[in-house]
Structures are given as C-alpha cells and as structure tokens.
C-alpha cells in the first residue's frame, strides 16, 4: 500500500489498473457525515465514480473506479515533450473552480488520472466532513502551483514543491512559483503556449507550392474542426459546468437539511436532465417540505433511494415545484393510486385558491377533480379491506 501526501494530509491508497482504493483513518472523517458523503461520489464532470466499502470509527475505505486504459498524471507527464507537457499544464486548470467549494479534490500527482483527453479526480473531499476539508485560497493555490510545477519538472518530488523545498531553475517555473493568483498563472500559461507554438510553427517545414491545395483544404477542415471544438468547449463551460456547481451546492444544502434552499438553487434546471443524485436530494427535499403528516412523510421517505425509479423521484420534484398536472401524469404513468389522489388533492387546492379563474369554469373543474379524488379513495380504501380480509 502506497501513501498520499498534500502539506499536512497523508492517504494511504492502492491503485491497480481499474481503480484507486482510499483507505482513511479515524482523524480524517466525521462518521456522522459519511452517509452523506455518497451523495458526492457519484459520476461527475473530472471525477471518478466512487463507493465507501467499509465506514466505522476506525476507518473509511473508498473505492473509485477508472478505466483499465487510463493513466495516473505521475505516469502520464514522464511520456510527454516538453511542450506537451506545457498544453498540460493548462489543462488542469480546472481545478481552480473547486476553491471554496463544498467539494475539494485531493490535489497529487496518483490521484487525477487521465483517459484520453480528459483528466479525472479520485479522492476529494466534503466540506468538514471528510479530509480534504474546506481549505483557505492561499493553501490551494500553493498545491495548485506545486502541481503544475511537477508536471513542467516531473523529475522533482511533489510533495517536496508543496513544502516548497522543490529547486526549479527555469526562468518559467520561477514566475509560476512567485505567482499571487489563479488569473496570473492562467496569463502565463497563455503567453507562454502561444510562444511555443510560434517557435514549432518557425522550425516546421516549409510546404510546397505543389501541395498547396492540399495545405488549403487541410486548413479550412483544421478551421471547422477548431470551431466545432470551440462551440463544444463553450457549451461545456456554460452550461455543464455551472450545472454541477449547482448540484453540489445543492447536496451540500442537503446535507444541512436546507431543503426549501435546495429546491430554490435547482429551480432553473430541468428535472430530466439532472444525474440521479440530484434527483433524490430534490425529491427528498420535496417530501420533506409537503404538507404530509411527520408519519406519512417517515412512510414515505421509506420507499425511496438513489435506486427508485425516475418517474417516482419526478413525481416528488414536481410536487415540490408546484407543477401539480406534471405530477398527476407522472403518478398515473406509474399507476400508482395513492400518488395520484395526493395529486389530484393538490391540483383541488390550487384552483379552488384561485380567485382570477372564470367562476364556471373553476366549477366545473372542482366538480371532476372532487369526482377523481372519491374514486381514487374508494379504490383505497378497496384495497385496504382486502389487505384486512387477508390477513
């Protein structure tokens, strides 16, 4: 079993060639906070699939999944030229969105792994609840250099560049390590990229007028495919990203048992296009904000996990965006009486509170709603008796 170190934080772990195990030891988790912690280890954007696989109060042993083809960024950066190492660099710059985040990756070398284009975290953390906790800009910012550091000198010892006892001679590297903010590394990075590429570009070999139509079209493809990339890029920083960040608040609201705030900071996404995590937090929190008694509400939170099936967790979500016909279709696509009548109960309430509505037009629609919902209760009340006569 190897180790981890980051500063102060120390993780053993073991990592074969389809996952990473985190073994973490009584001083780097809150137990009462670990259950929670699942929410946060589900797929993401740049992070790995994660399961706890022992919890107690001597240890936590997660387990993340990748793939069999992908590399550890320690032996990854070894292969590259010095440039490419240099469009790496660049690359996980991502990682500055997590600062003051509730989730914080676990910044090493063995822990982002890369899987063709894309770079993926192992371990992170959750707020105060498992190490990495929530850390102060200049503590991330100073791991964030020493990686970036590692990848331009992959010859020193990280752990060493942290401490700052790493030796970085090149003027380059320098500038990094002296550098106050995220936006002046960003800058350098740039400057420094396009420079290198100016020289590549100086040495390459001239082409011949003879291939000139060639070069022409290889251009103009070159160009699409660069726009295409731009446009996915954009798109992908936009909106996927802001979207996760949003989930993760999320979670992290309901965690705190902040359910009305979890519902207000997902109110703008479609239900539909949310993981599977989100749609549990939502539905949860939904339920627990419904007019329910406490014993309807303990019966009901009973019968759903991250497991329940989509159009049970859509159901909750928009009962608690109050899109009540959205809610009695889902119930009566899942067939479900009790869903229904609680539907039906609700879109009764609604219009009947409805002062603006046309009088015989209100009429008329609590007449069919209050028709519905005595047919429903009749068919429960039905199936309770025969449940008694059973029995």
């Given at each position: 079993?190897g ?6 934080i ?135 250099k020493?990686?970036?550091l ?101 979670e ?24 599977k ?8 929190s ?10 309807q ?22 009962i ?17 009486n ?11 309430d ?15 629609l ?26």
């Amino acid at each position: 079993m190897g180790e981890m170190r980051n500063s102060l934080i120390v993780i053993k772990e073991e990592t074969t060639s389809t996952f990473i195990k985190v073994h973490l030891t009584a001083n780097q988790y809150s137990l009462s906070g670990v259950k929670q912690f699942q929410l946060f280890l589900n797929k993401a954007p740049h992070f790995l699939t994660g399961k706890i696989e022992v919890a107690n109060e001597e240890q936590v042993i997660i387990t993340y999944e990748k793939d069999e083809l992908s590399f550890s960024l320690e032996q990854y950066v070894k292969k590259l030229d010095a440039f490419d190492r240099l469009l790496l660099a660049q690359k996980v710059n991502f990682l500055k969105e997590y600062l003051n985040q509730p989730v914080t990756p676990f910044i090493h070398p063995k822990n982002i792994f890369i899987f063709g284009e894309e770079l993926f975290i192992g371990h992170r953390g959750v707020m105060n609840t498992v190490i990495p906790y929530l850390s102060t800009e200049e503590v991330y910012l100073k791991q964030y250099k020493a990686l970036l550091l590692y990848i331009l000198n992959p010859k020193l010892d990280f752990e060493n560049l942290i401490d700052g006892a790493g030796a970085v001679r090149d003027p380059f590297s320098e500038k990094i390590q002296e550098s106050s903010s995220f936006e002046e590394i960003d800058k350098l990075l740039m400057e420094t990229v396009a420079i290198q590429k100016e020289k590549r570009n100086a040495t390459s070999i001239l082409v011949k007028s003879r291939n000139h139509t060639v070069f022409k079209w290889g251009t103009i493809i070159l160009g699409l495919a660069t726009l295409g990339l731009s446009i996915g890029v954009g798109i992908y920083s936009l909106n996927i990203v802001p979207q996760q960040k949003r989930i993760i608040s999320a979670e992290s609201k309901f965690i705190s048992n902040s359910y009305s705030d979890v519902l207000d900071t997902l109110k703008e996404d479609k239900p539909e296009n949310l993981p599977k995590s989100a749609l549990y937090v939502l539905a949860v929190s939904s339920i627990q904000l419904d007019s329910l008694s406490n014993e309807q509400k303990e019966s009901v939170l009973g019968t759903i996990s991250q497991k329940s099936n989509d159009n049970t967790l859509l159901y909750w979500i928009y009962i608690g965006k109050g899109d009540f016909e959205k809610a009695l279709n889902i119930a009566k696509n899942i067939g479900d009486n009790q869903y229904i009548l609680h539907a039906y109960t609700k879109v009764y309430d609604v219009t009947n509170a409805d002062n603006k509505m046309n009088g015989a037009k209100k009429q008329e629609l609590l007449s069919k709603y209050k028709e519905e919902m005595e047919k429903y209760m009749k068919l429960l009340e039905g199936k309770t008796d025969d449940q008694k006569s059973k029995q």
